[in-house]
Structure formats: C-alpha cells, structure tokens
C-alpha cells in the first residue's frame, strides 16, 4: 500500500522531484512501521523513481533529458522487438485484449488517465510477445514510462493515438517488420518534443545527485 500510493504521489507530481522522503514520516502518515516503509523505498529506488543520497537521506529523482534519453535508447531496442515478437505470437484472444486498450486509451481526456492508458497499452505489446524474459526486463520501466507520459501529456494525442492504431494493425496483420518499423516509429516521435520538455520539469540541483552517485561508486 505504501509503495503503490508514494509511487502515484511521484508519477502524479504530488512528490516533487527533490522531495526528502522521510521513513518515520511517511510511517506516521500511513499508519505503518518504518519495516513496510523501508521496503517500499527499496522498490522505489529500484525502479528509479527515489534515489539515496548521503547526508541528504531518499530524496524524488530528478527526471533528466538525460534519463529520458536513456529512456527512449532502451524503448527504440525492446519496444521495437517486443511488437515483432508480438506480430508472430499474438492469438485472437490478445488481439482482442490489445484492441480493448487501444480504444480505452483513445477514449480518454484527462492527462493522468490518458498516460496510465497509454502506458498500459504498451505494456499489453511486451507481454503479447510470449517473451518472458522481455516482460520482467520491461517491467521495472512501467512507472517510469508512466511518468513521462504524464510530464509529455501536451503532446499530439491524436498523433499518439493514430500511431497506437497502426501498431495494433500491423501486430493484427502478423507481419513483424511492419509492427517493428511501426513500433519504431511510434517510440522514436517522441524523442526530440519529450527531450525538449525536459528541459523545464525539475529544480532539483542535479549536480549535487550526480556528485552523491560519484561517491557512492
């Protein structure tokens, strides 16, 4: 419970990048021990979403244009072979289920709705690849992935739709090098506007994060 509800806190920006995060007063609040509290911050960090940082304590990570460049290097490579995989494995049933997100992403309007949406029907694409080995690889990136699609939510949602749209024909159509060039495509779009946006998400003194990383290593 705790784990969940800080990591909707942080995607949602109710935690803001540079926020301490405080064992004994996040316990208080969730009615917990500093036990549960402790495990979901090792989850968090995990994922990328907390750092530890010393003589500071676990502060919100930053979200870098760097990060998000490291983010979409890893999306252009296993999305892509995740909706090729896809093109080959995928039964009526999973078409059906991805069909399902694709029209429950395009139906929504609220920014948060729209990136949880979105974010999912990416995460259907993994798992349809029959890859169990993509899926857990894939997985610890689901946050993150969702929380760059709600900092990104002024982009072209029709533009993302359609793209979504000619994903989910060509995964339907079984034709791998199209899904993959689809998919491509779709992740690649959103590199240069996502990059740019960046520039402005955090006040955090990213040097002074970066300088407790040297140390830690």
Same mark, same amino acid.
């Given at each position: ?32 021990? =500093?036990?549960? *509290?402790?495990?979901?911050?090792? @989850?968090?960090? $995990?994922?990328?979403?907390? #750092? %530890? &940082?010393?003589?500071? !304590? ?48 395009? =139906?929504?309007? *609220?920014?948060?709705?729209?990136? @949880?949406?979105? $974010?999912?029907?990416?995460? #259907? %694409? &993994?798992?349809?690849? !029959? ?60 590199? $240069? ?25």
């Amino acid at each position: 419970m705790v784990y969940e509800t800080l990591k909707e806190q942080i995607i949602e920006g109710v935690l803001q990048p540079g926020r301490r995060l405080v064992e004994r007063e996040l316990g208080t609040e969730h009615g917990v021990s =500093r036990v549960p *509290v402790r495990e979901a911050l090792r @989850r968090l960090e $995990a994922e990328r979403l907390v #750092v %530890v &940082v010393p003589r500071k !304590g676990v502060l919100v990570r930053p979200f870098t244009p760097a990060d998000v460049a490291d983010l979409f290097d890893v999306r252009e490579s296993l999305e892509v072979l995740a909706a090729r995989l896809a093109a080959v494995q995928a039964t009526e049933a999973d078409l059906k289920r991805l069909r399902a997100s694709l029209d429950h992403a395009a =139906r929504q309007s *609220v920014p948060s709705e729209i990136a @949880r949406a979105n $974010a999912a029907f990416h995460t #259907v %694409v &993994v798992e349809l690849s !029959g890859n169990a080995l993509l899926v857990d690889i894939m997985r610890p990136l689901e946050a993150r992935l969702r929380w760059l699609f709600r900092l990104t939510s002024s982009r072209d949602i029709a533009q993302q739709c359609a793209e979504h749209a000619e994903l989910f024909a060509a995964i339907a159509a079984h034709d791998p090098d199209a899904a993959a060039e689809c998919a491509l495509k779709h992740v690649s779009s959103g590199r $240069a506007p996502s990059l740019e946006l960046a520039k402005g998400w955090s006040a955090v003194d990213t040097l002074e994060v970066a300088r407790s990383r040297r140390k830690r290593s």
